[in-house]
């Protein structure tokens, strides 16, 4: 049975190009495939999508750069990474550009699938969620636009960054676990053994704290982190 979700899926290795999308199409999804970038920012422009799979090596115009250009036309959509680069410097460069997740090849397909689900799932839930604003100290996090805010300067973060600065805000004071991140933020209930938390709270600590005399994200160390 169809749904109502629409992937985008670049992918220039024809051969698992079509089975991804057989295998999506069998659990009921919308596929569309581009084996280049160029093709890709056509399909993008023309359609909307619920979730976009994306290649690094592709001809014509390299996932990096589809990443920074989706992302900054669509703050909200989920991108998920697949690539053969597995060095943590393609990582920070995929997130800092606005990538949501990282799958290196060769992958486990349940394991795609399963974060495929996971961001829809979320997608979903945001769309319907009308919650007030959360406020700490002068941060401010609104969740109907999904704008965050220090005395009174908007902040721009990516939907992970904003999901994990949320958590953190929501539990001020409280020192959340590695765990509870991963499982609360990724929708994960075993740790990967990578440093993608670590990342992530680096990227917020540059944009949050950084600029400002005060600090507002904690490390308490061997425990987890926390806003003060």
């Not at 703050?75 to 920070?92: H, R, S, Y």
């Not at 053994?193 to 005399?213: A, H, Q, W």
Request: with cysteine; aromatic share 10%; proline share 2%.
């Amino acid at each position: 049975m169809a749904n109502k979700h629409t992937i985008l899926l670049v992918e220039d290795e024809t051969k698992l190009c079509n089975i991804i999308k057989e295998e999506l199409s069998g659990l009921g999804y919308s596929v569309d495939t581009a084996s280049d970038g160029i093709i890709a920012e056509s399909l993008f422009s023309r359609r909307k999508y619920s979730l976009i799979l994306l290649d690094i090596s592709l001809p014509g115009k390299s996932g990096l750069q589809l990443c920074k250009s989706f992302r900054s036309a669509n703050k909200k959509i989920p991108i998920i990474m697949l690539t053969a680069f597995g060095e943590i410097q393609d990582k920070v460069d995929a997130f800092n550009l606005g990538a949501d997740d990282y799958i290196v090849k060769p992958f486990h397909f349940d394991e795609l699938f399963a974060r495929i689900k996971v961001f829809l799932k979320r997608s979903d839930a945001d769309s319907v969620k009308d919650e007030a604003d959360v406020v700490v100290g002068d941060l401010v996090i609104n969740n109907k636009t999904k704008s965050v805010f220090r005395e009174g300067t908007e902040i721009p973060l990516t939907a992970k960054e904003f999901s994990l600065l949320k958590l953190l805000a929501l539990n001020k004071g409280k020192v959340i676990s590695k765990q509870e991140i991963l499982e609360k933020v990724w929708d994960l209930t075993f740790d990967t053994g990578t440093n993608t938390i670590e990342v992530y709270i680096s990227f917020l600590r540059n944009k949050i704290d950084k600029p400002y005399n005060e600090k507002m994200i904690q490390t308490k160390s061997g425990f987890g982190y926390y806003i003060k």
